[in-house]
């Protein structure tokens, strides 16, 4: 069965860089024909699509975020990463893995809260 | 990219229908077919409820529709029950081979 796993620190100082990691497991990250992205959502706020990626490589990313955001896989761990760079306190989220087609994310991990603070 | 547009909070009794609007742009949801809905409880992971504008994954009840007419999406829940109370996000592929989100609507099961 399908799982997605976020791991990552849940606390981050003001201006340092954001990583997470999430490990898929039940499923190969390079079947075909799915990728696989990171969803944020900010306490008591709304869904922020953030990143995308394909096992080959091909990311896309939301414009507002672009410069301070890189998405990468490791094929070898089945696994994704997620960077954000200079990180504020409007990054404080529930950032969630998910996996997608064009139509839809049809599956989510159960997220991880990632706090910016001094 | 601006978040798709939804109303804040709709409410019904149990028993009746009511429906969510997703106002988006011909860059999104007027531009694809590829429109999609997620029921989120409190503290969960979203749930994917429709995809594609219609379509209902496996184990999704009936109860829960969808349709598009221009750059405004719709999801309807009939026969409202209290396990129907969540968040409903609507989303939408755009024009930029990127993904955007509604603004979200709370539904209160009076």
């Known amino acids: 069965q399908l799982q997605l796993q976020e791991s990552g620190p849940g606390l981050v100082k003001p201006s340092e860089t954001l990583s997470l990691t999430c490990t898929v497991s039940g499923a190969s990250i390079t079947n075909c024909c799915y990728y696989w992205g990171w969803v944020r959502q900010p306490p008591g706020k709304g869904l922020e699509w953030i990143a995308s990626v394909y096992y080959t490589g091909s990311t896309y990313y939301n414009p507002s975020l672009k410069s301070r955001v890189t998405m990468s896989v490791d094929t070898s761990r089945n696994q994704l990463s997620l960077k954000v760079t200079s990180v504020t306190a409007t990054d404080t989220a529930v950032y969630y893995c998910?996996?997608?087609?064009?139509?839809?994310?049809?599956?989510w991990g159960r997220g991880t809260l990632v706090t910016i603070s001094s | 990219q601006s978040a798709l547009t939804q109303p804040a909070s709709v409410s019904g009794s149990p028993g009746q229908s009511i429906t969510i609007s997703c106002f988006g742009t011909?860059?999104?949801?007027?531009?694809?077919?590829?429109v999609s809905w997620y029921q989120q409880h409190p503290g969960k992971a979203p749930k994917l409820m429709i995809y594609d504008v219609v379509t209902r994954p496996s184990g999704i009840s009936d109860r829960f529709s969808g349709s598009k007419s221009g750059n405004t999406a719709s999801l309807t829940i009939s026969g409202l029950r209290a396990e129907d109370e969540a968040d409903y996000y609507c989303?939408?592929?755009?024009?930029?081979?990127?993904?955007?989100f509604g603004t979200g609507t709370t539904v209160t099961v009076l």
């Open positions: 998910a996996r997608h087609l064009m139509n839809s994310h049809d599956f």
């Open positions: 989303s939408s592929f755009t024009t930029s081979n990127t993904f955007v």
């Open positions: 011909r860059s999104d949801v007027g531009g694809y077919y590829h």
